[in-house]
C-alpha cells in the first residue's frame, strides 16, 4: 500500500554548497534532502521510501560549531510503501526453487512464496523450473502472480523487509 507521509528531517550543508542567494541554499537543501532520503530506503513504521513530493517548511539553520557545515531542520511531505498483512498485491517471479519462488513487489525484493502456500501447483524440475497445476497454469520466471500479504518481518540490518505471501483464496495466482 502507498502511504503519504509528512516527516520532519535535519539537512546538513557544508559551508562550501551555501550561498547568499535563497534559491541556491534551497537548491542544495532539497538535493541533499533527497540524497538521504534514498539511503535511508526504509523504516520499519513507514515501509520504503518511494519519493519526496514537497518540500513544505525550512527551518532556521544552526552552524555546527566544529565542521562549519549548517544544520537546517526541514518538513517535507513524500510517498512510501508497505505490505500489510491481508493486501492484495501483483508481483513478478525472479527465482525459482524446489520449495518456492521469490516475487519482487515495487520496491521489495523478498516476497516468499512458499509451495505449501500455493495449492494444487507441482514443482517441475529442469533447466528452467516451474510450477504447474493441473489446469496447466505456470509460475516460472519473469511471470506475474498475484498473491496475498500473510506476514512481514523487518530487518533492522539490511533496512528490508521479508515478505510471506499465499496463493490460498479466490483470484490469486498467475495472471495472463
Known amino acids: 500500500m502507498f ?65 562549519g557545515d549548517v544544520l537546517f531542520p526541514v518538513v517535507f511531505s513524500g510517498i512510501t510503501f508497505k505490505l500489510l498483512r491481508g493486501e492484495i498485491l501483483d508481483g513478478v517471479v525472479h527465482k525459482v526453487f524446489k520449495h518456492g519462488v521469490l516475487l519482487r513487489c515495487g520496491p521489495v525484493d523478498n516476497v516468499y512464496l512458499s509451495n505449501q502456500k500455493m495449492p494444487d501447483y507441482k514443482y517441475v524440475p529442469g533447466e528452467n ?19 496475498m500479504v500473510i506476514g512481514t518481518k523487518w530487518l533492522e540490518v539490511e533496512r528490508e523487509f521479508r515478505v510471506l505471501v499465499s496463493l490460498e483464496g479466490d483470484f490469486l495466482g498467475p495472471i495472463s
Open 3 to 67: 502511504l503519504k507521509v509528512q516527516l520532519p528531517w535535519n539537512v546538513i550543508i557544508s559551508a562550501e554548497d551555501l550561498d547568499a542567494k535563497g534559491l541556491m541554499l534551497q537548491r542544495s537543501i532539497t538535493i541533499r534532502l533527497l540524497d538521504d532520503f534514498a539511503c535511508k530506503k526504509a523504516t520499519k513504521d513507514l515501509g520504503y521510501f518511494c519519493a519526496v513530493t514537497t518540500l513544505d517548511s525550512i527551518g532556521e539553520g544552526k552552524v555546527r560549531q566544529y565542521s
Open 129 to 147: 523450473p516451474v510450477f504447474l497445476n493441473d489446469k496447466l497454469s505456470k509460475i516460472s520466471k519473469d511471470v506475474t502472480v498475484r498473491f
